[in-house]
């Protein structure tokens, strides 16, 4: 069966999704990846989202930081809580990658703006799972081309999941996983705005999973690799609702809401990451004097509750239906040593849901 969570019945619906259900929802986001399959060992790829259509090195934007478990790596982390500033594309990849492709943007925005290296450094954002299981990262596969091809072909409008890009490689619960993406659309003072997050899915253990609250994790115990192997979850939030660094790092607190909500623990071996930011504003790096921001107000109003709790609840709702998105899109692949991550099977899933429900 081929399709995404809410095609099988199984996405969170309690709020609507954009037009394209993924993280391009959100107004001049794009996403770019590169799948590299080669041979018998190489299972990996790139990942890119750019923050707007513009050049976020002139242009940056609030962004924030929020980790659920430490164990990986995202670059750039220290200047985006010292300035709550994002000034780069953020790439995803494999561990082995992380200095590919940081040196891959830095070459590519020294190659497109000439202020680059001269007025002011570059501090890309790179982060990373660890697909070793079926990529054989004692070797390099990802070159500095295959980051600047991610980020030159980069599009809005549907994302492929799964299998793809950074996510070639990964596992998910002792299943295939990969990249997962979601989107909502809420309402606030007769304004809309959209939540969009894409994740990079590397994270758990079977008898973890939960499926809408059902256990299927301890009923599907087949199917399994030869041993389990703990990755990450490296998630990335846009929005396009006015909110400053504290609240974005609020909202990306809540995408490890969504990712408990399918049963992770955030497991001591993984690194669960997360960076939130906001297409409201774009800072420029030319202008010095005070600049007028829009925000929304957050602290509990008596009588309204607190606006800010419908974007909680959008980020929660996207982060666990990518999850699923992944879960169901991925296939079942064979990697190095011969390794295999198997495809989640989803018409046995929904079986056993049924069951369950009805018991």
């Given amino acids: 069966m081929t399709g995404r969570a809410r095609d099988f019945g199984i996405a969170p619906d309690s709020l609507p999704s954009g037009a394209f259900n993924a993280i391009t929802d959100v ?12 041979g018998d060992n190489a299972r990996t790829g790139v990942t890119v989202v750019w923050p707007h259509d513009g050049n976020p090195f002139r242009e940056r934007v609030f962004a924030a930081t929020d980790i659920l478990n430490g164990y990986g790596i995202m670059t750039g982390r220290a200047v985006i809580a010292e300035w709550g ?5 953020i790439v995803l990849c494999d561990t082995r990658a992380i200095g590919i492709g940081y040196e ?5 925005f020294t190659e497109m703006d000439p202020a680059v290296g001269h007025l002011d450094v570059m501090m890309p954002v790179v982060a990373e799972c ?4 079926l990529n054989d990262n004692r070797r390099r596969h990802v070159a500095i081309a295959d980051v600047q091809e991610a980020m030159r072909t980069a599009t809005s409008g549907p994302v492929a999941e799964g299998g793809v890009g950074a996510g070639t490689g990964t596992q998910l619960f002792s299943f ?21 997050v894409i994740l990079n899915t590397n994270f758990g253990v079977r008898s973890q999973l ?3 609250g059902v256990p299927l994790g301890r009923m599907i115990t087949d199917l399994m690799p030869g041993y389990e192997k703990e990755g990450s979850c490296i998630a990335v939030l846009a929005t396009d609702a006015p909110l400053d660094p504290l609240q974005l790092k609020r909202l990306a607190k809540r995408i490890g809401f969504g990712l408990v909500r399918t049963g992770s623990v955030g497991n001591d071996g993984s690194g669960e990451i997360f960076i939130a ?6 800072i420029p790096r030319e202008v010095a004097a005070p600049l007028a921001v829009e925000r929304l107000v957050d602290g509990q109003f008596w009588t309204l509750g607190a606006p800010i709790d419908v974007l909680f609840e959008a980020a929660a709702e996207a982060s666990e239906e990518a999850v699923l998105n ?13 390794h295999v991550l198997h495809g989640f099977p989803v018409e046995r899933a929904l079986a056993l849901m049924r069951s369950y429900q009805r018991g």
């Fill in 27 to 38: 107004p001049g986001v794009r996403v770019g990846q590169k799948t590299l399959v080669d």
């Fill in 210 to 212: 939960q499926v809408r």
């Fill in 104 to 108: 891959a943007v830095v070459q590519e």
């Fill in 277 to 282: 930011f906001s297409t409201a504003h774009r």
């Fill in 326 to 338: 992944a879960l169901v899109a991925a296939k079942t692949t064979i990697g190095r040593d011969g």
């Fill in 130 to 133: 660890d697909d070793g299981y």
């Fill in 85 to 89: 500033l994002l000034g780069s594309p």
């Fill in 176 to 196: 295939k996983g990969g990249i997962g993406t979601a989107s909502r659309v809420v309402e606030i003072y007769g304004r809309q705005y959209t939540v969009g």
